[in-house]
């Protein structure tokens, strides 16, 4: 195994990417973007499939061994697949792995098998069709479905990722816990953050980590704490009996940052070094005026070393407006 070579200011190990491929999206979850949409950035200044290989390739280089790719939906970007397939075969890179809505995924699972594609996190809020389209705004929840049952079938290790609203899929948190009953695919838990496009809270109420615990005790009493891999950024229960574990992501709390391993890139090539900073290094420009992966090495390292110790003191640095951000350009 590789052996991880790049650290931060903090001692914090980093060798995990989570890469937007696009910011446009097929749904309009109500937390993630307004209804209208957002103002979707022109195609020239994505980074193009090519930047993106040379860019984890160089990082690979410098020690990251996994990449998330997210968006925006992924699947919605033109010829995803053949991207995926030159971002397999990166040597070094021991993982990629994809958060999708679901929607447009299913004929690509074969071929995300062939492919070595290492799991798939699916964002699933309610398994009941009226909240999906509440809360999505789209009628989808049969498509997501099918996509879930066909990786189950194809064993392709996948989670469930559900954020959690007041008022609008509380009542989900039971039967989506129950799904862990007969299925090895773990459910995540998610902390409502900010980042919809309009800032402040969606509907000022918004569940934290402690609420969505005692909601699931309430249901299952003798549910016990387990251990969490390393860096997970879920605090992880089983349910005695159950095939799969609870995770639950205190998102919004943010309990995790001591043990954060993550950078972030934006489809328009901006490096986020914490989910909530806004962007610490425009890596699109420096490529686009010719910097050798020597320069972008040296780029990165500086902004390696002058990492915020946490998701508090990343908000405090902002120079411009508060978080108010979509998901969707950022990618979670
Ligand atoms: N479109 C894909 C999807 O929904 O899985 C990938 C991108 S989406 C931005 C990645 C993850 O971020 C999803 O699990 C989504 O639920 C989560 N997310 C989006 N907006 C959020 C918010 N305001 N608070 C917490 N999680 C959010
Ligand atoms: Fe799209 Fe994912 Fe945002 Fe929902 S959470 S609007 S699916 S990017």
Known sequence: ??????????????????????DRCNLRCFYC????????????????????????????????????????????????????ERLTAIEGLQAVNITTNGVLTLPFIPK????????????????????FFQIT????????????????EAGIPTKLNAVVMDGQNTEDILPLAAFTKDHPIEVRFIEEMPFNGEG?????????????????????PDIQRVADPPNSTATHYHIPGHAANIGIIAAFTRTFCGSCNRIRL?????????????????????????????????AFLA??????????????????????????????
């Open 1 to 22: 195994m590789q052996k991880n070579l790049l650290y931060d200011n903090h001692g914090r190990p980093l060798n995990y990417l989570r890469l937007a491929v696009t």
């Open 33 to 84: 973007m307004p209804a209208e949409g957002i103002k979707y950035v022109q195609r020239k200044e994505l980074l193009s499939y090519e930047e993106m290989l040379r860019l984890v390739g160089v990082l690979v280089e410098m020690g990251i061994t996994k990449v998330r790719i997210t968006g925006g939906e992924p699947f919605v970007r033109r010829d995803l697949m053949g991207f995926l």
């Open 112 to 131: 995300l098998k062939e492919i070595g594609i290492a799991s798939i996190n699916l964002s699933i809020d309610s398994l009941d069709r009226d909240r």
């Open 137 to 152: 705004r789209r009628d989808e929840l049969p498509k997501v479905l099918k996509t879930l049952e066909a990786l189950e």
């Open 200 to 220: 402040e809270k969606t509907n000022g109420k918004s569940w934290n980590h402690r609420q969505i615990l005692a909601k699931i005790e309430s249901k299952y």
């Open 266 to 298: 934006t489809a328009q090539g901006m490096l986020k070094t914490c989910l909530y900073d806004e962007g610490v290094l425009d890596i699109r420009s420096l490529m686009r005026s010719g910097a050798s992966d020597d320069d972008l090495k040296g």
């Open 303 to 332: 902004v390696f070393n002058s990492r915020a110790k946490d998701g508090f003191e990343a908000e405090q640095n902002r120079k411009g407006r508060p978080v108010q951000e979509s998901m969707s350009t950022i990618g979670g």
